[in-house]
């Protein structure tokens, strides 16, 4: 029997798109064409997405390849590098290049992909001016960075901000220029833009928002040397770089004429107007859309696949789109509608001011519509499969702002919030390459995959930039049955190792600075990141007090001005009150500060104090050197360290009253403010079993009864109530004082960053931190001894002299009788 003879299949474009519908293509019909590819670059396919982490130093160029020559010769595809197909002649079914290479189809795929927009600005064609769309144009952007020259980056979408930041890393002063007053306008609310540019300007770049350019300056030798704005602004560089948006390349396709919109026009079967030409990418118009986003795409080569395997019942249609931002420490996502439109829609809001996150849900008739998540996107992949199989998610409203596992706290399998069980096989996993479970679960049982990296090498599922990883791991263990638990998440993307793997190791190496921690450990970033640059500085401060310098610069902003950033950008104030005790000389002080800086609202908080609201940020430093005159410092209130010691007034006033609770609260803030730990800690005294001082939900609460005082842990009162666990119950105010300290000082050197009391003792263990606290009294002193000393060595607050009210150190040595 003689074999069909295979038809030729030409390819223009040998990027993302084309590449990817050939994968396609070849896994279901790999004898049906002799195929050959034109490329204009001279380079194999390689991942266009991430040539902002080649850019910013966190891979290089051979890393973001995703097939190599040798692919195309295994699998028999011709390759033409460096040589775009200049000419088509239909009639004759031909392709032309401009190597003047002729090679007959029976089937064309166009590819060609999109070019940079460049606005009509005078000074565009000046050396030093580039756009951000290929290896060419990283390859000047790294010559620029390499003489520490200065860039401006014009547009603020996913692109602008992205080679800004990777020339930031570079070591360049950036400065960026977008037309709109919030970035990624057409991908976050105003919010969510707003804490966006908030974080990125903390880390050095420089903004000039509603800011539209007028020209590209140039000087005598013809090389750009800065941008002017219509406003009169003009703002110096040695590079510009213009990353403003893309356009459809339909160039070849409209000089062969095929019907064009603003892009190449197809059907659901992506066929341009000649059935022999179908077309993918960021060329392409279907139904009046043009795509800029992976997602898409890969819908369209899995479909354009189908039809040139012969398959008619293929259709394209466009999935709903989510976004995600390639910037170290930053997390941000969106899906679908970024907000409600008319009457008919609803938004969940939650936010958290202090930790930077914000999320916002859009509801219609039940049914997510849209999300937008700022500093905390786990759950994103989750809204988004809600989204796509359009839920309804009647039963779970109330609570599903915070989260699946808040929502369903009896699914299991999750990862990082995706119930992996639940998913359906078409939910896309890893977005940088399209691979949805169905297609990992395939990978998975048909080859008999056994661990993350062999998913990596069969899919390139969490094989570019890594933030699927926890999902893929969940849908390996979920589908081989296996209850090993995965390896630790590493602390961020810089590292694979875990928080509690790198404090081992910071100890175990004796490493005393972050730069030391990162190059003993292999940081792939040498500078860190937001995530661990804190976490680090933490985890340094905490083993050696005596040695390690505070890095303020790696603290939020709240903790470097001791004041939390409101929604209308003022700040809030809060003086410290010891165990909530003031005197009228400091309400006068406070009194005299609302008045000289015109401060709106003065409030009594829920721990005891007075929180000064609607501050300016340029009033800061003066604000706190004039409470200081009143002996007033910082209430940390802010800060991830002891914020109060909530206390009733106990037996010295009330009738109930068994002992001086107000008078031991203020012992233990004097011991312990100052004090840098994983996550804010709160305290509380009640002078009776009543309770006045809400001690049971406090992470350290003691309450004061006849016989002495019942000390309890690792109690929150925030969204997820717990109350606290009971630790031991002792005679003594110095007794009090030892117990507290050594497990607050445990606590400080075990627990990850960011993790507060109560999970941490859930996850050890109440009989774990017994024995830690209560059985091994040497131990204990040990701790308590650890604490004290390093309270001698706290940091002093940069607005206030820490002196003022502080209590020596050794008055606890001698109380809780340590030596």
Same mark, same amino acid.
């Given at each position: 029997?003689?074999?069909v003879?295979?038809q030729?299949?030409v390819?223009i474009?040998?990027?993302?798109a084309? &590449?990817?519908?050939?994968?396609?293509?070849?896994?279901i019909a790999?004898?049906?064409?002799?195929?050959?590819?034109?490329? =204009?670059?001279?380079?194999?396919?390689?991942n266009?997405?991430?040539?902002?982490? #080649?850019?910013?130093?966190e891979?290089?160029?051979?890393?973001?390849?995703?097939?190599?020559?040798?692919?195309?010769a295994?699998?028999?595809?011709?390759?033409?590098?460096?040589?775009?197909v200049?000419?088509?002649?239909?009639?004759?079914k031909?392709?032309?290049? @401009?190597?003047g290479v002729v090679?007959?189809?029976?089937?064309?795929?166009?590819a060609t992909? $999109?070019?940079?927009? &460049?606005?009509?600005l005078?000074?565009?064609?000046?050396?030093g001016?580039?756009?951000?769309?290929?290896i060419?144009?990283?390859?000047?952007?790294?010559?620029a960075?390499?003489?520490?020259?200065?860039a401006?980056?014009?547009?603020?979408?996913?692109?602008?901000?992205?080679a800004?930041?990777?020339l930031?890393r570079?070591?360049?002063?950036?400065a960026?220029?977008?037309?709109?007053p919030?970035?990624?306008?057409?991908? !976050?609310d105003v919010?969510?833009?707003g804490?966006?540019?908030?974080?990125l300007t903390?880390?050095?770049?420089?903004f000039?928002?509603?800011?539209?350019?007028?020209e590209?300056?140039?000087?005598?030798?013809?090389r750009?040397?800065?941008v002017?704005?219509?406003?009169g602004?003009e703002?110096?560089?040695?590079?510009?770089?213009?990353?403003?948006g893309?356009?459809?390349?339909?160039?070849? /396709?409209?000089?062969s004429?095929?019907?064009?919109?603003?892009? +190449?026009?197809?059907?659901?079967?992506?066929?341009?107007s000649?059935?022999? +030409?179908?077309?993918?990418?960021?060329?392409?118009?279907?139904?009046?859309?043009?795509?800029?986003l992976?997602?898409p +795409?890969?819908?369209?080569?899995?479909?354009?696949?189908?039809?040139?395997?012969?398959?008619?019942?293929a259709?394209y249609?466009?999935?709903p789109?989510s976004?995600?931002?390639?910037?170290?420490?930053?997390d941000?996502?969106s899906?679908g509608?970024l907000a =409600?439109?008319?009457?008919?829609?609803?938004?969940?809001?939650?936010?958290d001011?202090?930790?930077?996150?914000?999320?916002?849900?859009?509801?219609?008739?039940?049914?997510?519509?849209g999300?937008?998540m700022?500093?905390?996107v786990?759950?994103?992949?989750w809204y988004?499969?809600?989204?796509?199989?359009?839920?309804?998610? =009647?039963?779970?409203r109330?609570?599903?702002?915070f989260?699946?596992?808040?929502?369903?706290?009896?699914?299991?399998?999750?990862?990082?919030g995706?119930?992996?069980?639940?998913?359906s096989?078409?939910?896309?996993?890893?977005?940088?390459n399209?691979?949805?479970?169905?297609?990992?679960?395939?990978?998975?049982?048909?080859?008999?995959?056994?661990?993350?990296?062999?998913v990596?090498?069969?899919?390139?599922a969490?094989? $570019?930039?890594?933030q699927?990883?926890?999902?893929?791991? /969940?849908?390996?263990?979920h589908?081989t049955?296996?209850? #090993?638990?995965?390896?630790?998440?590493g602390?961020?993307?810089?590292?694979?190792?875990?928080?509690?793997e790198?404090?081992?190791?910071?100890?175990?190496?004796?490493?005393?600075?972050q730069? @030391?921690?990162?190059s003993?450990?292999?940081?792939?970033?040498?500078?860190?990141c937001?995530?661990?640059?804190?976490?680090?500085?933490?985890?340094?401060?905490?083993?050696?007090?005596?040695?390690?310098v505070d890095?303020?610069?790696?603290r939020?902003?709240?903790?470097?001005?001791h @004041?939390?950033?409101?929604?209308d950008g003022t700040?809030?104030v809060?003086?410290r009150?010891?165990?909530?005790?003031?005197?009228?000389?400091?309400?006068?002080?406070?009194a005299?500060?609302?008045?000289?800086?015109?401060?709106?609202t003065?409030?009594?908080?829920?721990g005891?104090?007075?929180?000064?609201?609607?501050?300016k940020?340029e009033? !800061?430093?003066?604000?706190w050197?004039d409470?200081?005159?009143a002996?007033?410092i910082?209430?940390?209130?802010?800060?991830?360290?002891?914020?109060?010691?909530?206390?009733?007034?106990?037996? %010295?006033?009330?009738?109930f009253?068994t002992?001086?609770s107000t008078g031991?609260?203020v012992k233990l803030?004097?011991l312990m403010?100052?004090s840098?730990?994983?996550?804010?800690?709160?305290?509380?005294?009640?002078?009776?079993?009543?309770n006045? @001082?809400?001690?049971?939900?406090?992470?350290?609460g003691?309450?004061?009864?006849?016989a002495?005082?019942? +000390?309890?842990?690792?109690g929150n009162?925030g969204?997820?109530?717990?109350?606290?666990d009971h630790?031991?119950?002792?005679a003594t %105010?110095?007794?009090?004082?030892?117990?507290?300290?050594?497990f607050m000082?445990?606590?400080?050197?075990?627990?990850?960053?960011?993790e507060?009391?109560?999970?941490?003792v859930?996850?050890?263990?109440?009989?774990?931190?017994k024995?830690?606290?209560?059985?091994?009294?040497?131990g204990?002193r040990?701790?308590?001894a650890r604490?004290?000393?390093?309270?001698?060595?706290?940091?002093?607050?940069?607005?206030?002299?820490?002196?003022?009210?502080?209590?020596?150190a050794?008055?606890?040595?001698?109380?809780?009788?340590?030596g």
């Amino acid at each position: 029997m003689n074999a069909v003879p295979r038809q030729k299949l030409v390819v223009i474009g040998n990027g993302m798109a084309g &590449m990817r519908t050939v994968e396609e293509l070849l896994a279901i019909a790999p004898a049906r064409y002799d195929i050959t590819v034109f490329g =204009a670059e001279p380079h194999p396919n390689y991942n266009r997405i991430m040539l902002s982490s #080649v850019l910013a130093g966190e891979k290089q160029v051979d890393d973001i390849v995703i097939n190599p020559r040798a692919w195309y010769a295994d699998n028999g595809i011709t390759l033409h590098t460096g040589d775009p197909v200049v000419g088509i002649d239909r009639a004759a079914k031909t392709v032309t290049s @401009a190597n003047g290479v002729v090679v007959p189809y029976d089937k064309l795929l166009l590819a060609t992909g $999109s070019k940079p927009l &460049m606005p009509p600005l005078p000074g565009l064609e000046l050396p030093g001016v580039v756009a951000f769309r290929d290896i060419a144009d990283v390859e000047k952007m790294l010559d620029a960075a390499e003489a520490k020259q200065r860039a401006v980056v014009i547009g603020g979408g996913l692109l602008g901000l992205e080679a800004a930041w990777g020339l930031k890393r570079r070591g360049m002063p950036v400065a960026l220029v977008h037309l709109m007053p919030t970035l990624m306008e057409r991908q !976050l609310d105003v919010e969510a833009g707003g804490l966006l540019q908030k974080d990125l300007t903390e880390r050095g770049l420089h903004f000039f928002t509603s800011g539209q350019t007028e020209e590209i300056m140039g000087v005598e030798d013809g090389r750009a040397q800065g941008v002017k704005l219509t406003d009169g602004r003009e703002i110096p560089a040695d590079l510009v770089v213009v990353a403003i948006g893309i356009r459809p390349n339909v160039d070849l /396709a409209k000089a062969s004429g095929l019907d064009i919109n603003r892009g +190449i026009a197809v059907g659901d079967d992506m066929a341009t107007s000649d059935p022999a +030409i179908y077309s993918v990418g960021e060329c392409v118009e279907h139904r009046g859309q043009i795509f800029g986003l992976v997602a898409p +795409i890969w819908e369209q080569a899995k479909v354009c696949a189908s039809r040139l395997a012969g398959r008619d019942d293929a259709h394209y249609e466009t999935p709903p789109l989510s976004t995600r931002l390639k910037i170290t420490g930053i997390d941000v996502f969106s899906a679908g509608q970024l907000a =409600a439109q008319d009457e008919a829609d609803e938004e969940l809001v939650y936010r958290d001011s202090a930790r930077g996150i914000y999320k916002k849900l859009v509801l219609r008739a039940d049914k997510v519509v849209g999300a937008v998540m700022y500093g905390d996107v786990a759950d994103g992949s989750w809204y988004f499969q809600l989204i796509r199989e359009k839920a309804d998610v =009647a039963a779970i409203r109330d609570r599903m702002i915070f989260g699946q596992a808040y929502a369903d706290a009896t699914c299991k399998g999750h990862a990082g919030g995706v119930d992996v069980a639940a998913m359906s096989d078409d939910a896309q996993v890893c977005g940088c390459n399209g691979v949805s479970k169905g297609a990992i679960v395939r990978a998975i049982t048909g080859k008999g995959l056994t661990s993350l990296d062999e998913v990596k090498a069969h899919t390139k599922a969490s094989a $570019s930039c890594g933030q699927c990883a926890s999902v893929v791991q /969940a849908i390996l263990t979920h589908v081989t049955g296996e209850v #090993v638990e995965a390896k630790a998440a590493g602390m961020c993307g810089c590292t694979d190792l875990s928080h509690d793997e790198v404090r081992k190791e910071i100890l175990h190496q004796g490493l005393k600075t972050q730069d @030391a921690v990162r190059s003993a450990l292999g940081w792939r970033h040498a500078d860190g990141c937001a995530k661990c640059r804190p976490a680090l500085n933490y985890y340094l401060l905490c083993a050696w007090p005596a040695e390690y310098v505070d890095d303020y610069q790696s603290r939020f902003i709240n903790e470097r001005v001791h @004041a939390n950033i409101q929604k209308d950008g003022t700040y809030s104030v809060v003086p410290r009150m010891w165990g909530g005790l003031t005197t009228p000389d400091e309400l006068r002080a406070i009194a005299d500060v609302a008045d000289k800086y015109e401060i709106p609202t003065v409030k009594v908080t829920g721990g005891q104090r007075i929180d000064l609201l609607g501050v300016k940020k340029e009033d !800061l430093p003066g604000v706190w050197a004039d409470l200081g005159k009143a002996g007033l410092i910082s209430g940390h209130a802010y800060s991830k360290g002891l914020r109060t010691v909530k206390t009733c007034v106990g037996s %010295e006033w009330c009738r109930f009253g068994t002992q001086d609770s107000t008078g031991l609260g203020v012992k233990l803030e004097k011991l312990m403010w100052g004090s840098w730990t994983p996550h804010k800690v709160k305290l509380a005294v009640s002078g009776c079993p009543r309770n006045c @001082a809400e001690a049971t939900i406090k992470d350290i609460g003691v309450v004061c009864v006849e016989a002495g005082y019942d +000390i309890s842990v690792g109690g929150n009162g925030g969204i997820e109530l717990r109350g606290t666990d009971h630790l031991v119950r002792v005679a003594t %105010e110095g007794e009090v004082l030892e117990y507290a300290g050594a497990f607050m000082q445990i606590y400080r050197e075990e627990a990850r960053y960011l993790e507060r009391t109560a999970p941490w003792v859930e996850r050890v263990g109440m009989d774990y931190v017994k024995k830690r606290v209560v059985e091994d009294a040497e131990g204990r002193r040990a701790a308590f001894a650890r604490f004290v000393f390093s309270q001698e060595y706290a940091q002093i607050d940069p607005w206030a002299e820490r002196a003022s009210g502080r209590v020596d150190a050794h008055e606890f040595k001698t109380l809780a009788e340590v030596g």
